[in-house]
């Protein structure tokens, strides 16, 4: 159950109020040197940025979509017809020859795109745009020389307002003609596609007619040259005295092979007839057997053998003298004179024989001479001839293949092939194609989203202010120990008021009950007071934080207005709190208590006065005392350095905490001075105002006099300001309210 506590007297009330419970917050570690990290930026930072910028994105996209529409509704509309030609590849492109065989083009890529840049040639547009007087409609205006206006005419034609494209995919070409006027962009799409037509068969007429005049051109010459060379082959003929000297040739050739084949049966023949004829000379018997008497031979040899033998038995047996042996030697002597003749006869006839077979070889020899010589001679003429024959047939059938080409070409030029066709015709559309409003308005509201959106994100990112604590701990390496809210009525200390007036006033801090029966019993503003003190007190373990100096980066952070409502807050504990004002420069504390002192902390440093005779209390505050800064002086500043620490340590033997409102630090010497003198310095900043650099400056002057930081104060903290505005108030909210006994 929280503890019951009393309001402040300035808010009188029959109902009890209740504080909520004291958050707790973890102690807060001694400040070291730090390197800031590069901050990643959250996603729910864009989005509050966006909420932030809400109204101002959503005026300016409402703006330039409604600029969009008003500029959209006074354009000119524009109207676009379109015409389709379709190209046919399998269609020949001729009727008779090779090309009623063959289609119009391999590459139809290429050859596509060949037709797009003709049908935006000047020859196909030229026409078209004399006959619809297109030149006044896009080309120069009335204000144009008659001179420059004679040489843009002179010019090639090129419409803007005219598209040539294919569709991916297909041998189509659409020719489409933009214009205000419906039918005349129809007229125009259907007028350059039949121009493109016609075009094309005037090419083909003009390259057959060109050709076929250069090929007459080429006959007269080719015919006189078929006639010479004919005439060259016909006299050939007649040198030779043959009708085809190749069939004479291949008689000779034959016969030259035969001769050739007996030539050398006759060669073999004779060397055999002398070789018998030699070894008869040489008076061997085996060669005269192998003669063709040889058989009588042989029957001589044998009956002389025999008559040798029986000689020899003769003899043997009756002797030189007896008729036997004379008989017996008669016969053996007639025997060998028959066979001597014999073998005579036979040498003979082997002479007789080898010069006959010698005689038919030298015969056939100077036959084969002969011939091969006579084939020789008319081989040679052969090839002449061949050579003039083949001249002859190449200028002939030259001749005859120009003679159909001219008559095909002839005949193709008269045709006009249908592998380009209008298969769709333009017609007057019905809706303009400029300006499409549907698309302008959504390309406008786009554009101008994305241009807010980057707009605002751009100028955050050039906000080099600090805004919310998590960019504090991300940018400086200090903790924020709290946030507080934007409440001016709030943030006004409580003075001595009549009865009707705090009512007033309390109706305006405290709120009726809501529909759930709860009134508000604190404000924001005192709930983040109470925070800050709670979180300062908690984490002084030690209990040696007996003086906090409150600094800034720059004047108008709040630091006086939070100085006071911290020294409020711990009075309220029921310590003793002393407020110092140390800004001797501007002093305003005792305005805030609506004090009009004389003398104050400037008397005391120069040791006019002492400072327990000048302590003021603040009524309804008793364990709250305000120590004003007195008449500005510039000896008194100077003497902080000297007497602060023992002024420090005599307020601290009187009072629990002593509070010390310091001027800021940057641009001021005595601040420094407080800094090092106090236990504990608390920095307060202005969230959308106090720039990053100045308060890491600051921070880096108070770790280079090594005093203790206690935390960071953002003050100032809204919902514009900080990206977690709702988070760090919801909190604040959750104990504000008790239950109503009305």
């Not at 979509?65 to 190209?87: C, F, G, K, N, W």
């Not at 698309?439 to 406008?444: F, K, Q, R, Y």
Request: net charge neutral; hydrophobic share 40%.
């Amino acid at each position: 159950m929280p503890e019951q506590v009393r309001l402040p007297e300035i808010f009188p009330s029959t109902q009890p109020n209740i504080l909520p419970p004291v958050a707790y917050y973890p102690p807060i570690a001694q400040q070291q040197e730090f390197e800031p990290e590069t901050p990643a930026v959250p996603l729910t930072h864009y989005l509050w940025i966006l909420r932030r910028h809400l109204w101002r994105i959503i005026a300016f996209v409402a703006s330039c979509v409604l600029a969009t529409a008003i500029v959209s509704a006074r354009l000119q509309p524009i109207y676009e017809s379109t015409a389709t030609v379709d190209i046919d590849f399998q269609e020949p492109a001729g009727v008779v020859g090779q090309d009623s065989t063959h289609s119009a083009a391999n590459n139809s890529d290429t050859f596509l795109s060949t037709q797009i840049k003709l049908i935006q040639s000047d020859s196909v547009l030229r026409p078209v745009a004399e006959r619809y007087h297109l030149l006044n409609l896009e080309g120069p205006s009335s204000q144009t020389s008659a001179q420059k206006a004679q040489a843009i005419a002179a010019a090639p034609i090129s419409l803007s307002r005219l598209k040539v494209t294919r569709p991916a995919g297909t041998n189509l070409l659409l020719i489409s003609y933009r214009s205000p006027d419906p039918r005349l962009a129809a007229d125009v799409s259907n007028a350059v596609a039949n121009s493109y037509l016609a075009h094309t068969y005037n090419i083909r007429i003009r390259s057959s007619t060109s050709m076929s005049s250069f090929m007459e051109k080429q006959i007269d010459e080719l015919k006189a040259k078929m006639e010479q060379s004919n005439l060259a082959l016909a006299q050939f003929e007649k040198d030779l005295d043959v009708l085809n000297p190749e069939d004479k040739s291949n008689i000779l050739s034959a016969r030259l092979l035969q001769l050739n084949t007996e030539f050398t049966t006759a060669q073999a023949e004779r060397v055999n007839k002398q070789a018998a004829l030699e070894a008869i000379r040489t008076g061997s018997l085996e060669a005269a057997q192998v003669s063709s008497q040889g058989e009588s031979l042989a029957k001589l040899s044998d009956a002389l053998n025999m008559a040798r033998q029986h000689f020899v038995l003769v003899k043997s047996t009756y002797g030189s003298t007896h008729p036997e042996y004379r008989k017996a030697a008669s016969e053996l002597a007639e025997i060998e004179r028959q066979f001597d003749e014999t073998r005579s006869s036979i040498a003979e006839r082997v002479a007789v024989q080898y010069r006959q077979a010698q005689g038919r070889e030298q015969l056939l020899a100077k036959t084969v001479a002969d011939t091969k010589a006579e084939w020789d001679h008319l081989n040679s003429r052969s090839f002449q001839y061949r050579q003039l024959k083949q001249e002859a047939d190449a200028d002939r059938a030259l001749y005859d293949e120009l003679i159909k080409k001219i008559r095909e070409a002839d005949i193709n030029s008269g045709f006009q092939n249908n592998n380009i066709s209008i298969a769709d015709a333009a017609r007057p559309p019905l809706h303009s194609v400029f300006p499409d409003i549907r698309l302008n308005l959504l390309m406008a509201f786009l554009a101008s989203t994305l241009l807010a959106i980057g707009a605002v994100i751009l100028l955050d990112t050039l906000d080099t202010t600090l805004r919310d604590p998590r960019e504090v701990s991300r940018f400086l390496g200090v903790d924020v120990i709290g946030t507080m809210p934007v409440d001016r009525l709030a943030a006004q200390l409580p003075r001595p008021v009549a009865q009707d007036q705090a009512d007033a006033i309390l109706a305006k801090v405290i709120p009726s009950p809501n529909r759930n029966g709860y009134y508000k019993t604190t404000s924001d503003f005192e709930e983040a007071v109470r925070t800050i003190r709670n979180t300062i007190l908690l984490s002084d373990f030690e209990g040696r934080l007996r003086s906090i100096a409150l600094t800034s980066a720059a004047p108008s952070e709040g630091k006086t207005t939070i100085a006071a409502h911290l020294a409020i807050a711990n009075a309220a504990r029921g310590k003793k709190t002393l407020l110092v004002d140390g800004d001797l420069r501007r002093p305003s504390i005792h305005t805030k208590f609506g004090f009009t002192p004389r003398v104050g902390l400037s008397n005391v440093l120069t040791g006019e006065l002492h400072w327990q005779d000048i302590v003021l209390p603040v009524d309804g505050k008793p364990n709250l005392s305000v120590l004003p800064a007195g008449p500005g002086s510039h000896r008194a500043a100077d003497l902080i350095g000297p007497r602060l620490s023992s002024l420090l340590d005599e307020f601290a033997k009187e009072y629990d905490l002593v509070i010390l409102d310091s001027p800021p630090l940057l641009g001021f010497a005595e601040c420094l001075q407080m800094a090092t003198a106090a236990d504990g310095v608390l920095i307060i900043s202005r969230a959308g105002e106090t720039k990053r650099r100045a308060v890491a400056e600051v921070i880096s002057v108070l770790q280079r006099l090594r005093a203790n930081i206690v935390g960071v104060v953002l003050n100032q903290v809204s919902q514009n300001t900080s990206s977690d505005g709702y988070s760090y108030y919801g909190y604040y909210r959750y104990g504000h309210y008790q239950k109503s006994e009305r």
